[in-house]
């Protein structure tokens, strides 16, 4: 691929832009853990701001839609692989870690999958072939997998309707995990949810779900806790949930992150300084109970749902102006960039409180 000479300029100049401001260390240089973005080809390479940062702040990536069963399957044993594989190069050329996301979701079902019919044995070949294709794939390329995304839905802890819990039941998504581990044995295998830092009820079947699956020898390593959130969430539940799993041995992802700062009905904001006062709060809240919560050998990365806010998916699905992510349309980092910092240091008098805990199992679970 050609790129115009302004493209190399924007590089060098926000790079420059970096050094100059109080801006530095990026993210990901000044975590233990890795700090990741979802990114995106309509942006990567085509806007040479989103690309310097997303190069110079995160050391993970997850393909925000490129790897999705909607984005990969053209028809039975048919796959548009290059969109993905563009990413894939992008992680590798800049020795970033690519977290796939993800190989089962009941919203990204392939249209010719919606229009199949035949038994529960043929879903079970269709969805078993994917798994394999798509793992063999990438094995070698993703150190991860969220293996199955959202299975739970906000009714009271119930499994969420999809195409594969009407003619496969609710056992799709343990085999779902059996067939990843078939595919691609060196991946982190993830079952992936939203929620469950406000919803206890959901937090309680999900946990119930990794104990069965646990004492099923399911091979499951690792749980994404999305955590798209808002400046009201409690920093309470949010603790909770990294708490209950990690206690569990498993290793934690935080999988999504983004703050909104429109808690209104309106869809326009007064976006006021004390509004991004309380995001980066809240951020802070987040790394921080990440930190304290989470053993180190269990800390898997924080991963935030996009690169600066005009690129968020907040705007356009809930259609309200907002204004999400760590950095802003400029791609200059906001308050909650460096409040993300912040948080990488826990108070001292929780560091005491960590150190009077008991640690998580700290082994991953499953094999
Ligand atoms: O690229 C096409 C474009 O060519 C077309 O003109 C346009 C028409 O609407 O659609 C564009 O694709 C859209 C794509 O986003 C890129 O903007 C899809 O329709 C739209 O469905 C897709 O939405 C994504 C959504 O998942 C559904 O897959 C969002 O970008 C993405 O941020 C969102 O991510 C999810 C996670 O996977 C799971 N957790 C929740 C999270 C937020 O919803």
Redesign the pocket.
């Known amino acids: 691929m050609r790129y115009p000479v302004e493209f190399f300029l924007a590089l060098v100049l926000t790079s420059f832009a970096a050094f100059g401001q109080k801006t530095k260390p990026a993210l990901a240089a000044s975590s233990p853990f890795p700090v990741g973005a979802?990114l995106?080809p309509?942006y990567l390479h085509k806007h040479p701001e989103y690309t310097a940062v997303a190069i110079r702040e995160f050391s993970s990536v997850t393909a925000?839609?490129a790897m999705?069963p909607?984005?990969l399957s053209r028809g039975r044993g048919k796959y548009h692989w290059s969109t993905a594989d563009s990413l894939a190069d992008f992680a590798r050329k800049h020795r970033k870690q690519l977290h796939g996301?993800?190989l089962v979701?009941h919203?990204?079902v392939p249209e010719w999958v919606k229009s199949f019919s035949g038994d529960p044995a043929a879903y079970e070949a269709i969805l078993q072939e994917y798994i394999f294709d798509v793992g063999t794939h990438f094995r070698g390329k993703v150190k991860s997998w969220d293996v199955v995304?959202?299975a739970l839905s906000d009714s009271a802890g119930a499994m969420r309707k999809s195409v594969w819990l009407t003619h496969l039941g609710p056992g799709y998504v343990a085999r779902s995990f059996r067939y990843a581990r078939q595919a691609d044995p060196d991946a982190k295998l993830f079952y992936?949810e939203?929620g469950v830092e406000y919803d206890s009820v959901k937090l309680a079947a999900a946990l119930r779900m990794v104990d069965d699956f646990r004492q099923r020898n399911v091979p499951l390593d690792g749980i994404g806790l999305?955590m798209?959130i808002s400046i009201s969430t409690p920093e309470a539940g949010i603790r909770k949930a990294l708490r209950e799993f990690a206690r569990r041995g498993l290793l934690v992802h935080i999988s999504?992150l983004d703050v909104r700062i429109n808690t209104t009905k309106d869809s326009l904001l007064n976006e006021t300084p004390e509004l991004f006062a309380k995001q980066a709060e809240k951020v802070r809240q987040v790394v921080r109970a990440y930190v304290e919560e989470v053993p180190p050998a269990q800390r898997f990365a924080i991963t935030t749902?996009?690169v600066a806010d005009p690129n968020?998916?907040?705007m356009?699905?809930r259609k309200k102006e907002d204004y999400p992510l760590l950095f802003d349309k400029n791609y200059r980092p906001k308050k909650a960039y460096f409040a993300f910092l912040d948080g990488l240091t826990p108070n001292p008098s929780s560091r005491e409180r960590a150190a009077g805990r008991k640690p998580g199992r700290g082994g991953q679970t499953g094999n």
């Open positions: 979802a995106s309509r925000e839609n999705k909607r984005g996301h993800t979701w919203e990204s995304n959202e992936n939203y999305q798209h999504e749902w996009g968020s998916w907040v356009k699905f």
